[in-house]
């Protein structure tokens, strides 16, 4: 996948989610050690510090790695991108970012500094997160360079929501990089999206995530995703080489996310099933605790 002048890795290891405001050194490590190239962090998630002493760390040549940063709050664009280059150590990032549209007070001065910045070689390319049709429809009416990257966050659930989004990207030649996207399933165990994501699991020998990954990826999008574990690195990259869904798959698991996540409920009572799993001591208390309770009432 082309971005920019750059080839772009259409996986990347995040340092936000869980990992922001935290010492990432060893995981940003243990990703680049299991192949990840491409590694996504921000002035927000405060680690870009450890992104870069990962990156020194590896002793790997600046041109095997795709770095991005994203410009969050507070100083001008230009000022925040030289802090973080500071920070992470390098000379220039393989892409910059506009993490939120209100982050820029005015659409065209702010990106026109965002221009400024490619041009001037602090990084190869541009582009914004969590922007909606409108948003870049209001950018690019005075843009001279399109953004190249639009990273939303995208799953089964929010795909109907999201289709005109994906198809106005298409047609700008802006490609999507989708954060989150496991949430449908980790977040929202039980819903109706888990049938056909199973069903497709069992067909290609494939685990629940990688089907997700490989949903996320028929739709053209890329994949920003972290983990602390190293199976589940080498589980994620391995999508690449798995079979692809087929026609049937990606419809039954679009179907099946038009019609929404579980409810709260049902979620609450399967995160209570699993500690019950997990824990079989805490069943043993819960019923103490509920026979206790009986006994107490009868007994006044």
């Given at each position: 996948?082309?971005?920019?002048?750059?080839?772009?890795?259409?996986?990347?290891?995040?340092?936000?989610?869980?990992?922001?405001?935290?010492?990432?050194?060893?995981?940003?490590?243990?990703?680049?050690?299991?192949?990840?190239?491409?590694?996504?962090?921000?002035?927000?998630?405060?680690?870009?510090?450890?992104?870069?002493?990962?990156?020194?760390?590896?002793?790997?040549?600046?041109?095997?790695?795709?770095?991005?940063?994203?410009?969050?709050?507070?100083?001008?664009?230009?000022?925040?991108?030289?802090?973080?280059?500071?920070?992470?150590?390098?000379?220039?990032?393989?892409?910059?970012?506009?993490?939120?549209?209100?982050?820029?007070?005015d659409f065209?001065?702010?990106?026109?500094?965002?221009?400024?910045?490619?041009?001037?070689?602090?990084?190869r390319s541009?582009?914004?997160?969590?922007?909606?049709?409108?948003?870049?429809?209001?950018?690019?009416?005075?843009?001279?360079?399109?953004?190249?990257?639009?990273?939303?966050?995208?799953?089964?659930?929010?795909?109907?929501?999201?289709?005109?989004?994906?198809e106005y990207?298409?047609?700008?030649?802006?490609?999507?990089?989708?954060?989150?996207?496991?949430?449908?399933?980790?977040?929202?165990?039980?819903?109706?999206?888990?049938?056909?994501?199973?069903?497709?699991?069992?067909?290609?020998?494939?685990?629940?995530?990688?089907?997700?990954?490989?949903?996320?990826?028929?739709?053209?999008?890329?994949?920003?995703?972290?983990?602390?574990?190293?199976?589940?690195?080498?589980?994620?990259?391995?999508?690449?080489?798995?079979?692809?869904?087929?026609?049937?798959?990606?419809?039954?698991?679009?179907?099946?996310?038009?019609?929404?996540?579980?409810?709260?409920?049902?979620?609450?009572?399967?995160?209570?099933?699993?500690?019950?799993?997990?824990?079989?001591?805490?069943?043993?208390?819960?019923?103490?605790?509920?026979?206790?309770?009986?006994?107490?009432?009868?007994?006044?």
């Amino acid at each position: 996948m082309r971005c920019g002048a750059s080839q772009f890795p259409t996986i990347a290891f995040g340092t936000g989610s869980t990992m922001k405001f935290k010492d990432v050194t060893d995981y940003v490590n243990q990703a680049i050690e299991n192949g990840f190239s491409h590694i996504d962090t921000a002035q927000h998630y405060q680690t870009e510090t450890y992104v870069g002493l990962a990156i020194k760390e590896s002793g790997l040549p600046r041109s095997s790695l795709y770095i991005t940063t994203k410009y969050s709050f507070g100083a001008s664009p230009r000022e925040a991108i030289q802090q973080s280059l500071n920070k992470i150590g390098l000379s220039y990032v393989d892409l910059y970012l506009v993490h939120f549209p209100a982050v820029l007070s005015d659409f065209e001065s702010g990106w026109r500094e965002f221009e400024k910045m490619k041009k001037d070689g602090l990084t190869r390319s541009i582009g914004v997160s969590n922007f909606t049709v409108e948003d870049l429809q209001k950018l690019l009416k005075t843009a001279v360079t399109k953004p190249a990257v639009n990273q939303i966050s995208f799953h089964p659930y929010n795909y109907a929501s999201h289709k005109a989004l994906l198809e106005y990207c298409t047609k700008q030649s802006i490609t999507v990089e989708a954060y989150g996207s496991l949430n449908s399933i980790t977040q929202n165990p039980g819903g109706p999206v888990d049938a056909a994501v199973n069903a497709a699991a069992k067909r290609i020998g494939a685990t629940p995530n990688q089907v997700i990954f490989s949903w996320v990826r028929s739709k053209g999008v890329a994949i920003v995703t972290t983990s602390r574990s190293k199976e589940r690195l080498q589980e994620y990259l391995a999508v690449e080489d798995l079979p692809p869904l087929t026609a049937e798959e990606i419809a039954a698991i679009d179907d099946a996310g038009a019609k929404g996540p579980p409810s709260r409920l049902v979620v609450a009572g399967i995160a209570m099933q699993h500690k019950f799993e997990r824990s079989p001591s805490l069943v043993m208390w819960l019923a103490i605790a509920i026979i206790f309770g009986f006994a107490t009432f009868f007994m006044f």
